[in-house]
């Protein structure tokens, strides 16, 4: 994607507080093709919403942690990424 067209995309992201690129990509693309959109505001409740996954890692996740362990290699070894490993363990999925 060319460099003007992500700045773009990042400029509008913050001007309508989006949680993502992706996000207000997903909106730009809705309203180009005049679909529906459901919003994906930062903040917005589904985005805290727990699933059978984080329920079943979060105590590994958390003793883990507790223990001394980074983040970074909890992560690793289960193969998620570092900011979801942070949300199951902050209890925010």
Same mark, same amino acid.
């Given at each position: 994607?060319?460099?003007?067209?992500?700045?773009?995309?990042? %400029?509008?992201?913050w001007k309508h507080n989006f949680a993502s690129n992706q996000a207000a990509m997903r909106k730009l693309l809705a309203d180009a093709l005049g679909m529906q959109w459901d919003s994906e505001i930062k903040g917005h409740p589904d985005f805290r919403r727990a699933s059978k996954?984080?329920? %079943?890692?979060r105590p590994q996740i958390?003793?883990?942690?507790?223990?001394?362990?980074?983040l970074t290699a909890i992560a690793a070894d289960l193969g998620i990424?570092?900011?979801?490993a942070s949300q199951i363990k902050d209890g925010k999925r």
């Open positions: 994607m060319p460099k003007d067209m992500l700045e773009a995309i990042f %400029e509008y992201k996954y984080s329920d %079943e890692v958390v003793a883990r942690f507790d223990a001394g362990e980074k990424s570092i900011a979801y």
